[in-house]
């Protein structure tokens, strides 16, 4: 059956059967009330009609918004997923409900694709916080020490380095590095460069040389706090994301990347548990595991919550110039070579 134009509105009934469908999906569960969820469903509704007639694919991190990650993305994930989920995406476009640097990656590995970043403007203070130049010094500096980078880093910073990684990977990866290598830069990310320091066992500046970037979310939870809600909420278990400072990782039960504390959420039976990280991962997990409590704690992520569904919408509609990614050829071919290293590292269990 030929689907209708896509700008023409639901009509009551599909409204009806559309708000429906958000609320089972979980936002009736979030505490979306019926307004809200009718609000969304005119949205939804069109940005899957159009999503579907123009072969597009929505990937969404799991920082966005509950109504994007459950009312119209079809991939789902952190950035390690996303990343692999995109390429192999059998799809004409990707509308990525995420921050630019994801998006430029995802342009790096779809490079026949058209990708389109909802909201242009969103950035990260990690991949702001270092620049190609600055990786180019680190390795005048420190001569024959590889340099391996979060992949919260610009397309031009990846193409100066040698591997890529992400919070779910960097351990492994890292000691593969060790393995062979006396000297390893990682780069931008200090508190998560802190952490894997400790991790591995590696002496901060001499072994393992950091840059000095934070992430402006999870660089300002408070570590004493976790005192204070163990006491409040007997048995509770912490998970935190790498990226939280050593201060904090010390103290609490779990430390890893979002997909890493969703697992480990999965597999241990509490009474209730805290997600130290962005607001995003929390919704998520009450509406994956709603028979466990979860505890609030958490800040929102200003880039990610600048993605919403108008814009989703007007990306598919009627793209802007600023939405539109583009990665210049020679950076894209530079970058792709340590992102391809990251995933032949990352997915090689012989030698993990
Ligand atoms: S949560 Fe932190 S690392 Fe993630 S996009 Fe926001 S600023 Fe960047």
Redesign the pocket.
Known sequence: MALKPAAVAPTSSELEIEAARLADKGLAGLGYRDEELERAARLTWRINRLKKEQRAVIPAHV?QRPEILLGVADLVGDSYRLAKLCADADAKSIIFCG?RFMAETAKILSPDKEVLLPAPEAG????ESISAADVRALKKKHPGAPVAVYI?TTAAVKAECDVVVTSANAPKILRKLFAEHEQVIFAPDAMMGKNLAKELGKKLGEELIIWEGT????NNFDATSVEFYRKMYPGVKILAHF?CTPALTSVVDYIGGTGDMMKWVADHKSSSYMLIT?CGLGDLARTKFPDKVFVPMCRL?P??KSVTLERVLSALESPSAAQRIDVPAAVAARALRPIQRMFELSEDKASS
């Not at 990260?124 to 991949?127: N, R, T």
């Open positions: 920082y921050v990260c203070s990690l991949s919260n992430c402006i979310v999870h990226e962005e992520c880039h990610m």
